[in-house]
């Protein structure tokens, strides 16, 4: 009898041939099952959001406390303490930054709820009093700029009689109510509260413990990771991440630190020119301004129409300044503070603006950039090295112009050089 020769590629072969069965019957098991599985993943959301709070709160706080750490306590204490009391400074340094952090994320939470909140239901409550004195005073100022026009003027007029209609309707089964809800669960809604408070202590509570100590939180994680990928792989993951991190964190704050800064802007030109409601439209401006390329536009057209029904002079003001506004933001501010964060052209920013906004609403317009910028460098980074590889020009001016690559030469050819 013939003895049977063991070979071990045949063990890898069947391995990889069960493993594969397995992850089809897995997956379509998880067609049948998709929303038991998205049920099960909310349920698990829900569960841990205070600690997903506590993550995001980390990773938004993190470069505040790193830029306190490094440029206000340490280098006091490092005076303070005597060199065989270093660790302690140290300690004292990292602690006063993070309370610093978290009194700071405080302050901004109870300012937007008790502060800004109320004072733009109070406006738009007004304006939903006031517009149909708005709309009249507009239709006067129409009627008296269009009088050598009289078609036009008709036109215009009977226009703004349907936006009145259109207006008063969304004000008031939409807007107001809907403001009316987010106020009334704020202060008297027991159950919201209460689960609010509750993920944000919580997820404050787990900030203050992964920052205070986020280098052994770090340490432990690559430690996990080399013991699960090779040291190589785990270097390039690193690296990805690593570029991740700073492309994300880098536009989400930048974003913020200068919506913030031309919303405060807003406000007080607003104030000094003696706009109506002039909180409203500088929230309108600073928030919608956090959306890169688009942002500006949203947020201004609706800050126009407010005014406008007001006062049209102030409104044609308001758009002038604006656009200065703008163009100081877009040419001075914004640079000064993002920088070449992104690092890809305005084709591929719109580009990843429409796609986001497309399959996630806000947050798709919000973060579509930073993603895509990461995707894209991933593509660029992969094309490049397989293109090194095969010995083969890869920088994107090496294909300006040519016709094709010589398969021989390895070298670009065009229509000159064959000539």
Not at 258 to 286: E, K, R, T
Request: glycine content about 6%; aromatic content about 12%; proline content about 4%.
């Amino acid at each position: 009898m013939r003895r049977f020769k063991w070979d071990k590629k045949y063990l890898y072969w069947g391995i990889t041939a069960f493993c594969v069965i397995a992850c089809a019957i897995l997956f379509f098991m998880a067609l049948n099952y998709i929303s038991l599985v998205g049920a099960a993943l909310r349920a698990l959301t829900r569960i841990l959001s205070p600690f997903i709070w506590g993550l995001v709160l980390t990773y938004l706080l993190h470069p505040l406390v790193r830029t306190l750490e490094k440029r206000v306590f340490a280098p006091l204490f490092a005076r303070l303490f005597a060199k065989n009391t270093k660790h302690t400074g140290r300690r004292i340094s990292r602690v006063l930054s993070v309370l610093c952090s978290e009194i700071f994320l405080l302050a901004v939470v109870t300012g937007l709820f008790f502060l800004i909140i109320p004072q733009l239901y109070s406006s738009i409550e007004t304006i939903v009093i006031n517009s149909p004195i708005y709309i009249e005073r507009l239709t006067a100022w129409v009627t008296k700029m269009l009088t050598d026009f009289p078609e036009v003027r008709s036109y215009v007029t009977d226009m703004l009689g349907d936006m009145n209609e259109d207006l008063m309707s969304w004000l008031q089964t939409t807007v107001l109510p809907g403001l009316g809800s987010l106020l009334s669960n704020v202060s008297s809604g027991v159950r919201y509260v209460l689960t609010g408070v509750y993920n944000l202590v919580i997820g404050i509570i787990v900030s203050v413990y992964l920052l205070s100590d986020i280098e052994t939180y770090s340490a432990n994680a690559k430690r996990l990771l080399y013991s699960l990928l090779s040291p190589e792989a785990a270097r390039k993951f690193l690296e990805g991440l690593d570029f991740t991190d700073r492309t994300f964190i880098g536009f989400l704050n930048g974003k913020l630190l200068d919506s913030l800064i031309i919303g405060v802007i807003c406000y007080i030109v607003c104030a000094i020119l003696n706009m109506p409601y002039a909180l409203l439209v500088s929230v309108i401006i600073g928030v919608t301004n956090i959306i890169p390329f688009f942002g500006p536009f949203i947020g201004a057209v609706p800050s126009v129409i407010i005014i406008l029904m007001v006062s049209p002079f102030k409104a044609l003001i308001f758009v002038i300044f604006i656009i200065i506004l703008q163009q100081v933001d877009g040419n001075i501010i914004g640079p000064k503070i993002l920088g070449s964060t992104v690092g890809i052209n305005g084709f591929w920013v719109m580009f990843a603006i429409v796609l986001g906004a497309g399959l996630f609403s806000f947050w798709g317009m919000l973060l579509g950039v930073p993603v895509f910028a990461v995707i894209y460098t991933a593509v660029n980074n992969a094309v490049e090295r397989r293109l090194r590889r095969s010995d083969l020009p890869h920088t994107t001016e090496d294909y300006r112009g040519i016709d094709y690559i010589d398969p021989v030469t390895r070298q670009p050819v065009t229509r000159q050089t064959k000539e």
